[in-house]
């Protein structure tokens, strides 16, 4: 919109003139204002301009206030559409308002009133609703609207001026346009073309699949990378000043070498949590204390062999104003006692149990090498990672995975059509853990907690500082003093995920800029925080790999899973800083031959779920749908799995192959888990759900377990 320089009732004001007079006059008014170092903008609307200022005032603060309705997640995901209309109406009458204050003759009484004004509704909007929850989100609202506001309003500023200094301005910035508007169309349809592209294909559309729900427009790939968060700093984190050396020998005691700072040397011992009760492991206002609490600092002494308790998993060594922190795996795995589950949580049991086979019953097949093997699983969970996004801001890992695909050794795939059954990771991972979306069943045991029962050595990884099973299920628990993690896992690290350099101790621990949730790098004593939990995983594979192997049937199998947070913040930004070491990780799993006998799986829960992509674009909504979710397995079991589905299976087609095409979700995931968890037997009805069987081709969000309200993959006739 323009306005008016003049009133409307000013003595030869163009309007009451000839249509053709009134636009020379116009342009000979800007003419001559340009000459003397500006433009008058015209505006034809017979309003008084301290009025239209207001009523744009109160459009701007009532649009807001608006805009600020919360509930809870249902709520939020019913009315995200309206909220973010409402506030995008927010920022364009503000928009308005901010281009009058300084193109339009205003006396200036009034323009300082308005800036009065607008500074004190902007002050009380943020005190009225600063929240960072779904009941309370104007931070996330705040953010959404600078985001949407400031770029706006540089961007008219600079044509603003350079209208008012450039001659024939409207020419050059109508040509640019032009221009812009080509390049923006080509690369449209180049991100349109590599939406669906994967390691080695991409998801082919046809009649009998299920397609993207609506225009799926990747306007967030225009974006440079880095745009969205550039203002909230550097994405590396601040070497710490003194280089701590510092590890535990073989016989269990820490060397610490902090270089010639040889005093005040502090170790502060991180507590064990896996034997923690339900009732100890409340996120944000309990667990991140207790861990805080019940942390012992001891002062280190080169000169005295410093140990632990055996089943501590981490210190943090001091020095200075330095720090570092330590971990290792403890007990050794050749040390930990046969476990034995309770009676009546027994997962073996075989009421738990339908008929089952083993790969001997039938001769068709050659199972020699597999009846033999029973395979690791490692399992790492990016949150809230989209298909695209994957590809999007981790490209090394990317390629590190393309490299994983060695036929005659292991081989890897991806699907395309991977599709969440709920809003969120609650939702998501219950449905991959329990095999349920809403847990439905009393004191129900994670997946993890299968592998124990059948002897695998089981070990869990959690960035955020909680614990999955009292933050998705806890509530189906009969006992809160019961511990999970002490009934399903022999190792599990997060304390130092809960120190409040990173996660805050007070306050909100997950605000914007600080937390697990922070748009900015996330950053623990000069490392990225993903990086410890990257050095944990190898101390595990080494453990694991060298101490915990017997021969044959004896050999003890492990299953670890690991969660990243770096994915789940509304810029999607962060993800980019895992790249290198999720690909070394990769890199390195490959070449020390463990994928021969390891069933690596790397994928999420959802897509991103905030931010403008999600709020104002089709294709956010699609990518929320859509992880990412990548699979490799070693040849005897892809083999297996080939033959099994010749054999038995309804269709003859190869069920890798099948599935990368075929609507899937979270809940074959599970009965894959489970499946691996029971070989070298294996319940039928789980194999037959699980993606080692081809799933049912043309399959239906309501047969795949999909909502109506998240459904994203339709046939063309529905």
């Given at each position: 919109?323009?306005?008016?320089?003049?009133?409307?009732?000013d003595e030869g004001h163009p309007l009451h003139a000839s249509p053709k007079l009134a636009y020379a006059d116009m342009l000979d008014n800007l003419s001559v204002r340009r000459k003397a170092g500006g433009w008058k903008i015209y505006m034809p609307i017979n309003?008084?301009?301290?009025?239209?200022?207001?009523?744009?005032?109160?459009?701007?603060?009532?649009?807001?206030?608006?805009?600020?309705?919360?509930?809870?997640?249902?709520?939020?995901?019913?009315?995200?559409?309206?909220?973010?209309?409402?506030?995008?109406?927010?920022?364009?009458?503000?928009?308005?308002?901010?281009?009058?204050?300084?193109?339009?003759?205003?006396?200036?009484?009034?323009?300082?009133?308005?800036?009065?004004?607008?500074?004190?509704?902007?002050?009380?909007?943020?005190?009225?609703?600063?929240?960072?929850?779904?009941?309370?989100?104007?931070?996330?609202?705040?953010?959404?609207?600078?985001?949407?506001?400031?770029?706006?309003?540089?961007?008219?500023?600079?044509?603003?001026?350079?209208?008012?200094?450039?001659?024939?301005?409207?020419?050059?910035?109508?040509?640019?346009?032009?221009?812009?508007?080509?390049?923006?169309?080509?690369?449209?349809?180049?991100?349109?073309?590599?939406?669906?592209?994967?390691?080695?294909?991409?998801?082919?559309?046809?009649?009998?699949?299920?397609?993207?729900?609506?225009?799926?427009?990747?306007?967030?790939?225009?974006?440079?990378?880095?745009?969205?968060?550039?203002?909230?700093?550097?994405?590396?984190?601040?070497?710490?000043?003194?280089?701590?050396?510092?590890?535990?020998?073989?016989?269990?005691?820490?060397?610490?070498?902090?270089?010639?700072?040889?005093?005040?040397?502090?170790?502060?011992?991180?507590?064990?949590?896996?034997?923690?009760?339900?009732?100890?492991?409340?996120?944000?206002?309990?667990?991140?204390?207790?861990?805080?609490?019940?942390?012992?600092?001891?002062?280190?002494?080169?000169?005295?062999?410093?140990?632990?308790?055996?089943?501590?998993?981490?210190?943090?060594?001091?020095?200075?104003?330095?720090?570092?922190?330590?971990?290792?795996?403890?007990?050794?795995?050749?040390?930990?006692?046969?476990?034995?589950?309770?009676?009546?949580?027994?997962?073996?049991?075989?009421?738990?149990?339908?008929?089952?086979?083993?790969?001997?019953?039938?001769?068709?097949?050659?199972?020699?090498?597999?009846?033999?093997?029973?395979?690791?699983?490692?399992?790492?969970?990016?949150?809230?990672?989209?298909?695209?996004?994957?590809?999007?801001?981790?490209?090394?890992?990317?390629?590190?995975?393309?490299?994983?695909?060695?036929?005659?050794?292991?081989?890897?795939?991806?699907?395309?059509?991977?599709?969440?059954?709920?809003?969120?990771?609650?939702?998501?991972?219950?449905?991959?853990?329990?095999?349920?979306?809403?847990?439905?069943?009393p004191n129900p045991l994670p997946i993890w907690a299968y592998y124990r029962d059948r002897g695998y050595v089981t070990a869990r990884v959690e960035t955020g500082c909680d614990d999955w099973a009292r933050e998705c299920v806890g509530n189906k628990f009969t006992?809160?003093?019961?511990?999970?993690?002490?009934?399903?896992?022999?190792?599990?690290?997060?304390?130092?995920?809960?120190?409040?350099?990173?996660?805050?101790?007070?306050?909100?621990?997950?605000?914007?800029?600080?937390?697990?949730?922070?748009?900015?790098?996330?950053?623990?004593?000069?490392?990225?925080?993903?990086?410890?939990?990257?050095?944990?995983?190898?101390?595990?594979?080494?453990?694991?790999?060298?101490?915990?192997?017997?021969?044959?049937?004896?050999?003890?199998?492990?299953?670890?899973?690991?969660?990243?947070?770096?994915?789940?913040?509304?810029?999607?930004?962060?993800?980019?800083?895992?790249?290198?070491?999720?690909?070394?990780?990769?890199?390195?799993?490959?070449?020390?031959?463990?994928?021969?006998?390891?069933?690596?799986?790397?994928?999420?829960?959802?897509?991103?779920?905030?931010?403008?992509?999600?709020?104002?674009?089709?294709?956010?909504?699609?990518?929320?749908?859509?992880?990412?979710?990548?699979?490799?397995?070693?040849?005897?079991?892809?083999?297996?799995?080939?033959?099994?589905?010749?054999?038995?299976?309804?269709?003859?087609?190869?069920?890798?192959?099948?599935?990368?095409?075929?609507?899937t979700t979270p809940l074959e995931m599970h009965h894959t888990f489970r499946v691996l968890s029971d070989w070298p037997q294996f319940d039928t009805e789980n194999w037959s759900r699980s993606l080692f069987a081809a799933q049912k081709a043309g399959r239906t969000?309501?047969?795949?377990?999909?909502?109506?309200?998240?459904?994203?993959?339709?046939?063309?006739?529905?």
């Open positions: 919109m323009v306005f008016d320089a003049y009133n409307s009732k309003v008084p301009k301290p009025v239209l200022v207001v009523s744009l005032v109160i459009s701007f603060t009532v649009f807001y206030l608006l805009a600020l309705q919360g509930g809870d997640l249902g709520y939020i995901h019913a009315h995200l559409g309206i909220i973010g209309l409402e506030l995008l109406l927010s920022v364009l009458s503000l928009t308005v308002v901010t281009v009058m204050l300084y193109a339009c003759r205003i006396r200036s009484r009034t323009r300082k009133a308005t800036i009065c004004l607008i500074s004190a509704i902007s002050v009380f909007l943020y005190m009225y609703d600063h929240g960072e929850r779904f009941e309370k989100h104007g931070f996330y609202n705040l953010l959404v609207f600078l985001v949407i506001y400031i770029p706006l309003n540089v961007a008219i500023a600079i044509f603003y001026v350079l209208w008012c200094k450039v001659e024939n301005f409207l020419i050059y910035f109508a040509a640019a346009s032009v221009i812009s508007a080509i390049a923006a169309s080509a690369s449209l349809v180049h991100y349109r073309r590599i939406f669906d592209q994967g390691l080695f294909g991409s998801l082919k559309h046809s009649s009998e699949e299920c397609g993207w729900v609506g225009r799926n427009i990747p306007f967030v790939d225009l974006l440079p990378s880095g745009t969205q968060n550039f203002w909230a700093g550097s994405m590396y984190c601040k070497p710490e000043a003194i280089a701590i050396k510092a590890f535990f020998d073989a016989e269990g005691v820490l060397q610490v070498d902090c270089g010639s700072h040889l005093e005040n040397i502090y170790v502060d011992i991180l507590p064990e949590t896996r034997e923690w009760p339900l009732k100890d492991k409340v996120m944000w206002h309990k667990y991140n204390h207790l861990v805080l609490e019940r942390s012992v600092r001891v002062q280190y002494n080169k000169d005295v062999p410093f140990a632990v308790n055996s089943t501590t998993q981490a210190v943090v060594v001091r020095c200075g104003s330095s720090s570092r922190i330590v971990t290792r795996v403890g007990p050794p795995v050749s040390s930990l006692p046969e476990y034995v589950p309770p009676t009546e949580s027994d997962t073996r049991a075989a009421k738990n149990r339908k008929t089952t086979i083993t790969q001997a019953d039938f001769a068709s097949v050659d199972t020699m090498q597999a009846s033999k093997i029973r395979p690791n699983v490692i399992f790492l969970m990016l949150d809230a990672v989209s298909h695209r996004q994957f590809y999007r801001r981790l490209p090394k890992s990317a390629q590190a995975l393309r490299t994983l695909h060695r036929p005659g050794i292991h081989r890897i795939y991806e699907l395309y059509r991977y599709h969440s059954v709920g809003f969120s990771t609650d939702n998501n991972t219950r449905a991959m853990y329990i095999g349920e979306a809403l847990a439905t069943k006992s809160h003093a019961f511990s999970v993690g002490n009934r399903s896992l022999d190792y599990e690290l997060t304390s130092p995920f809960c120190l409040p350099e990173y996660y805050p101790n007070v306050g909100n621990a997950y605000g914007n800029f600080k937390g697990p949730y922070s748009i900015k790098a996330r950053c623990l004593y000069g490392r990225y925080v993903h990086e410890w939990a990257f050095d944990y995983l190898k101390q595990l594979r080494q453990e694991f790999r060298f101490n915990g192997r017997g021969k044959g049937r004896d050999h003890r199998p492990y299953m670890i899973t690991a969660t990243f947070l770096e994915g789940h913040e509304g810029t999607g930004e962060v993800l980019r800083t895992v790249d290198d070491s999720l690909s070394a990780f990769i890199e390195d799993i490959r070449d020390s031959g463990e994928l021969e006998n390891t069933v690596l799986i790397v994928g999420a829960d959802h897509g991103l779920h905030m931010g403008l992509n999600f709020v104002y674009s089709q294709n956010g909504r699609i990518e929320h749908q859509n992880p990412f979710m990548a699979i490799s397995v070693p040849e005897w079991l892809y083999q297996f799995s080939e033959d099994y589905q010749e054999t038995f299976g309804l269709e003859k087609v190869s069920p890798f192959k099948a599935n990368e095409q075929r609507l969000c309501e047969e795949a377990g999909i909502g109506a309200n998240y459904c994203m993959c339709k046939h063309k006739t529905n």
